[in-house]
């Protein structure tokens, strides 16, 4: 019996430091997990002060196409309606429906850009460039994509390059195609500069 009870405390006493040490272990590796995720965060944050303003919000790299029409747009993107009133987003426009921030672009250190989406009516979805200052004000916007379903007439797409921005719209009235192209400069100050053909 002593023999017995002998051998069931080496077992229990066995398994609880088995137990502990694989407490400590899993402790340990979450405990790093966390650490490496806020040094992860706090270095974004400190290198990139665009993600300070929307964490969320999308970062592209140039070069880029925004070709955003109704096919490939189903009110993708973040919702923010203080934001957009903060900016004052095409106030003089209450016809705008259902405004979207889908991604921002890093053009400068001195003024965010981020691009937001919108339908205008039933028939017109607008995609337009917008450059922010610091304190929340907007500095210049340019529609970068717009497509109409109404006639399904008229479309506008962009390539987007650090240092230009080339719009191409599309006119389809007529039976052949017209298309005409708009290149743009981004100035320091974050303005829509057109650049002469």
């Not at 272990?25 to 990139?48: C, H, P, R, W």
């Not at 096919?71 to 919702?79: P, R, T, V």
């Not at 650090?162 to 009235?173: G, H, P, S, T």
């Amino acid at each position: 019996m002593k023999r017995y009870l002998l051998i069931l405390a080496v077992v229990f006493s066995t398994t609880g430091c088995q137990e502990k040490s694989l407490k400590n272990q899993y402790s340990f590796k979450e405990t790093n997990i966390v650490k490496d995720t806020l040094a992860v965060i706090k270095e974004k944050n400190i290198d990139d002060p665009i993600n300070n303003k929307f964490p969320d919000l999308p970062n592209k790299s140039f070069p880029l196409i925004d070709s955003t029409n109704f096919d490939n747009y189903h009110n993708l993107g973040i919702k923010n309606d203080l934001f957009f009133k903060k900016i004052q987003f095409k106030k003089d426009q209450p016809e705008i429906q259902n405004s979207r921030l889908k991604y921002q672009l890093h053009f400068s250190e001195k003024f965010q850009s981020v691009v937001i989406s919108y339908y205008q009516g039933e028939h017109e979805l607008f995609t337009t460039l917008v450059n922010i200052s610091e304190n929340d004000q907007i500095i210049d916007q340019l529609d970068i994509a717009y497509d109409e379903i109404a006639e399904s007439a008229f479309r506008k797409t962009s390539s987007i390059n650090q240092n230009k921005i080339v719009v191409e719209d599309w006119n389809y009235r007529n039976d052949e195609p017209i298309k005409t192209i708009t290149t743009y400069q981004i100035s320091q100050e974050g303005k829509f500069k057109l650049i002469p053909q």
